[in-house]
C-alpha cells in the first residue's frame, strides 16, 4: 500500500491552472498535532506500507510539518513531498531534508523563463527555486544524504518553447529524475494552458532531435538520459518516441495508471480516506444530471483502523472488485485499448471512466494519432508538421 496525504490546502502561490478548492470536496481545518501522531501511528500498523507522499497546497505549509516528520522517522516510514520548493534553499527546512526516512523531493518548476513561471505561477519565484535546486545539490553532497531529487513540468502552450532547455538543464544538474507531465483540464481553472497536439508533436520533434544529440556526446560517459520520463505522452506515444530515437535505456515513466491498480490510497487533510484521487464518494453517476446512482460511506483514519477500511469499507470493496474484471468488461468501448499490446499491463485506464461511459465509444485521440504515426514510422515515414 502506498498513501498520498494531502496536508493542507495552504499555499503561497496563485497558480492560473489550480483547481483545488473547485473540484475537490470541501476541505475543512488541517489536523492538529494529536491527531497527526494518531494517523501515523494508524498508518504505521499497516503491513504493506510502502511509503507516503506529501501534497498539499503545498504540504511545507502545514504547521506541524516538523513534526510530522519527526514522527515519520520515529515510525520508520519512508516518505518524500511534492512542492514548488521557493523557500528551501533558507534552510527552515534543513531539519526535514536531514530527516533518514526522506526519501525524495519533488520539485514542480514550469521553465528557466522568468515570466513564464511569473504567469503560470502568479509569483515571481524561479530564482528562489533555482537556488533551493541548487541548494538541495549541495546539501545532499555535503552531508552525505540518500534522498533523491525529482523535477516535476507540466508541458503546457505557454512553456513549451522551453522544455527541451529545461531538460537539458536539469540532466546537467543531475537530478534523479525529469518527468515532463501531461497537463490535463477540469474547465474550472482560471486559466487553460492545454496544448494542441499539432504542438506536442513540435515539441517531440525538437525532443528528438535534443536526445540524439545529447546520447552523441554522454554514450561513452554515462547514462543522464535515462533520467528523462515522458508522463506526457501515452504507452503508445513512448513508443513511437523510443523507435524514432532508438537509444536503449530511456525510461518510460507512469502515465495513465489508474491509482486503484497500484494500490494507492488518498489521505485528506481532514482524515478522512479515499481509494481514487477523484475525492468523490460516489463511481457511476448519471451522465445527464450528474448524479450519482450511490453514494458511499467515507470512513476516517481518526476513528477506525487503516487496514479494516482498505479491505472491510464498502467503496474500496467496490474498486476491488472491479479491478478484478477482466479487460473486455471493463473497457471493450475503449479505443485502440482492445487491441493494444499496453493495457492492463503498463496502460491502466480511469476505472471511473469505465464504469459510467459503457454505452458509448471512448477514442483516445492521442493513442490513435500515435497508432497512425507508428504505422507511418514504420513504413519509413516521419512526421511532418501540419500547415
Known amino acids: 500500500m502506498y498513501v498520498k496525504w494531502n496536508l493542507t490546502k495552504k499555499c503561497t502561490l496563485g497558480c492560473k491552472f489550480c483547481i483545488n478548492a473547485q473540484s475537490r470536496k470541501k476541505w475543512n481545518t488541517d489536523t492538529n498535532e494529536d491527531e497527526l501522531k494518531k494517523i501515523i501511528e494508524n498508518i504505521s500498523s499497516v503491513e504493506d506500507l510502502r511509503g507516503i507522499t506529501l501534497l498539499g497546497g503545498d504540504p511545507l505549509e502545514y504547521e506541524h510539518i516538523h513534526v510530522l516528520t519527526k514522527e515519520l522517522e520515529k515510525s520508520n516510514i519512508p516518505f518524500g513531498f511534492i512542492t514548488a520548493g521557493e523557500l528551501l534553499y533558507t534552510g527552515q527546512y534543513d531539519q526535514i531534508l536531514m530527516n533518514s526516512k526522506l526519501d525524495f523531493i519533488g520539485l514542480s518548476i514550469d521553465s528557466l523563463n522568468q515570466e513564464i513561471v511569473k504567469s503560470v505561477r502568479g509569483r515571481d519565484i524561479l530564482d528562489k527555486q533555482i537556488k533551493s535546486l541548487d541548494y538541495l545539490i549541495d546539501l545532499r553532497r555535503n552531508e552525505d544524504l540518500k534522498y533523491k531529487i525529482f523535477t516535476n513540468t507540466i508541458l503546457m502552450n505557454i512553456n513549451e518553447g522551453t522544455v527541451v532547455e529545461l531538460i537539458d538543464y536539469f540532466i546537467n544538474k543531475n537530478v534523479d529524475k525529469v518527468q515532463i507531465l501531461e497537463y490535463n483540464s477540469s474547465g474550472n481553472e482560471k ?137 473486455n468488461e471493463l473497457y471493450s468501448n475503449f479505443e485502440p485499448c482492445q487491441t493494444c499490446d499496453y493495457l492492463l499491463k503498463t496502460c491502466f485506464p480511469c476505472l471511473i471512466s469505465a464504469e459510467n461511459y459503457k454505452d458509448e465509444e471512448i477514442v483516445f485521440g492521442k493513442c490513435m494519432k500515435f497508432k497512425e504515426l507508428l504505422a507511418i514510422n514504420g513504413q519509413g515515414g516521419a512526421y511532418e508538421k501540419e500547415t
Open 191 to 327: 486559466h487553460n494552458f492545454s496544448i494542441s497536439f499539432t504542438d506536442e508533436l513540435e515539441f517531440l520533434e525538437k525532443l528528438i532531435v535534443y536526445v540524439e544529440q545529447s546520447h552523441v556526446q554522454v554514450q561513452n560517459n554515462d547514462n543522464r538520459l535515462s533520467k528523462l520520463e515522458l508522463c506526457f505522452l501515452p504507452e503508445l506515444g513512448k513508443k513511437y518516441f523510443s523507435e524514432r530515437v532508438g537509444i536503449p535505456g530511456l525510461r518510460q515513466g507512469n502515465s495513465n495508471v489508474c491509482p486503484v491498480f497500484r494500490g494507492t490510497i488518498f489521505l485528506s487533510n481532514d482524515g478522512l480516506v479515499y481509494p481514487c484521487d477523484s475525492y468523490k464518494p460516489y463511481i457511476r453517476f448519471n451522465e445527464v444530471t450528474g448524479v450519482p446512482d450511490k453514494v458511499y460511506p467515507i470512513e476516517n483514519i481518526l476513528e477506525h483502523n487503516l487496514s479494516s477500511i482498505v479491505h472491510g469499507n464498502a467503496f474500496f470493496q467496490e474498486f476491488n472488485a472491479i479491478v478484478n474484471k477482466s479487460k
